[in-house]
Nanobody, 114 residues
């Protein structure tokens, strides 16, 4: 399984960004996909996740601002981020979890700054 992330970059506070991730390899339909982030000096944390059936889970801090979506036919997962805050500056990682295994993409930097 390989994951390739797209998007990220520099955005002003209050702005929006979209992250996309494409998975390749042996992907099972019931696998979960999601996004995590890691800020400097902090632990990696869950941002949002979505199951193959479409059930979602969000960190409390991003509810009502971020939206995760998934295309099972293309094995892609998107994260739409609105009203971004400076404290959300971090490296964002795409994740796929299946059969007890975690797969990670290379992180993509998101910087929220004026």
């Amino acid at each position: 399984v390989q994951l390739q992330a797209f998007g990220g970059g520099l955005v002003q506070p209050g702005g929006s960004l979209r992250l996309s991730c494409a998975a390749s390899g042996s992907i099972l339909s019931f696998s979960a996909m999601g996004w995590y982030r890691q800020a400097p000096g902090k632990q990696r944390e869950l941002v949002a996740a979505i199951t193959g059936g479409g059930s979602t889970n969000y960190a409390d801090s991003v509810k009502d601002r971020f939206t995760i979506s998934r295309d099972n036919a293309r094995n892609t997962v998107d994260l739409r981020m609105n009203s971004l805050k400076p404290e959300e500056t971090a490296v964002y990682y795409c994740n796929l979890r299946q059969m007890g295994n975690d797969y990670w993409g290379k992180g993509t930097q998101v910087t929220v700054s004026s």
